[in-house]
């Protein structure tokens, strides 16, 4: 009789999904914030023991850089369908805030912006993986402002940048989406009188 058994490939197979396991470390990260979540914590919520871990993310650090690429492909804003160059540059920046409220209230349970909460943790490599991504997309506002506005560029991304800071905020403090969105209206109409297309 032939021998039907099936070869066993070599080491220990994987026993979580790496994209699964940044999907959960994103939702603990985003409604505890980094410094509240301890690996023991990621372990547990993933079912693995530590070696697996170290394995897989390196360290903590390590895993929230995955956590923050993911997130700005799946979790952020979609700058690209707001910031359109065929439409006026302030109605497109309402419109950011407007989605910015929505975004950052949409659950209750990781409410505000995970990137904007990243900057202001206590860990130094963490919090400067996070403003790299908050940088990026200040510049990017930035460029967008200053293709027709060349002259308020700087101060009106700095407003709605602050705004957005504010925003993710009150988010995480209880704010209503309603609250937020009375927010951003107003910035909103200030950003109208600074740039009138």
């Known amino acids: 009789m032939e021998n039907t058994k099936i070869p066993r490939s070599r080491g220990r197979p994987r026993r979580f999904d790496l994209e699964d396991a940044v999907g959960v470390a994103a939702r603990l990260f985003h409604s505890r914030g980094y410094d ?5 914590d990621v372990t547990q919520a993933l079912g693995i023991n530590p070696p697996s871990f170290y394995s897989a993310f390196g360290s903590k650090q390590g895993l929230y850089a995955r956590v923050l690429e993911r997130y700005a492909v799946v979790g952020a804003i979609p700058l690209s369908d707001i910031l359109r160059q065929d439409r006026p540059v302030a109605e497109s920046l309402a419109t950011l805030l407007e989605e910015a409220a929505r975004h950052y ?3 209750a349970e990781a409410a505000g912006c995970l990137v904007v909460e990243g900057t202001r943790c206590s860990d130094a490599e963490a919090r400067q993986a996070a403003l790299a991504y908050n940088v990026a997309v200040e510049t990017r506002i930035r460029d ?7 002259e308020n560029a700087a101060v009106v991304t700095d407003f709605v940048a602050t705004t957005m800071f504010g925003l993710s905020a009150k988010a995480r403090n209880g704010h209503s989406l309603d609250q ?5 209206r107003l910035a909103a109409s200030a950003i109208g009188l600074a740039l009138p297309d």
């Open 144 to 150: 967008y402002v200053a293709a027709r506005h060349p």
């Open 36 to 40: 509240a979540v301890s690996v023991a």
């Open 180 to 184: 937020l969105l009375a927010t951003s």
């Open 105 to 107: 209230s949409a659950d």
